[in-house]
């Protein structure tokens, strides 16, 4: 396991931008996938997105065209543009060294977890 710590969440109108990025602790065979959770209140956990080492990406369906997850080594990034209220969440960063199949997005996959920071997009 590594250590991640994620920054950048903050409040934006609907419409806006916001920059997440993930740190993590080391650039090792634990960040072989790093991800973007999202859990809102009274809601389960939820994939965002997620990237692997070679840069191959994944989306969640309610994401794509507007999220724009990448990498560099051990740091992720998860641009989000044209927010919605519905994006309002707090948002976690994870890793994990193996994926396997095509479901890249179950939280059940990571075993880092970094302690989230909170997006709040108002209409």
């Known amino acids: 396991q590594v250590q991640l710590v994620e920054s950048g969440g903050g409040s934006v109108q609907a419409g806006g931008s916001l920059r997440l990025s993930c740190a993590a602790s080391?650039?090792?065979?634990?960040?072989?996938?790093m991800a973007w959770f999202r859990q809102a209140p009274g809601k389960e956990r939820e994939g965002v997105a997620a990237?692997?080492?070679?840069?191959h990406t994944s989306y969640a369906d309610s994401v794509k065209g507007r999220f724009t997850i990448s990498r560099d080594n051990a740091k992720i990034t998860l641009q989000m543009n044209s927010l919605k209220p519905e994006d309002t969440a707090m948002y976690f960063c994870?890793?994990?060294?193996?994926?396997?199949?095509?479901?890249?997005?179950?939280?059940?996959?990571?075993?880092?977890w970094g302690q989230g920071t909170q997006v709040t997009v108002s209409s």
């Open positions: 990237i692997d080492s070679d840069g």
């Open positions: 994870a890793a994990s060294p193996a994926v396997y199949g095509l479901a890249w997005l179950e939280s059940y996959k990571y075993n880092s």
């Open positions: 080391a650039y090792t065979y634990s960040t072989r996938y």
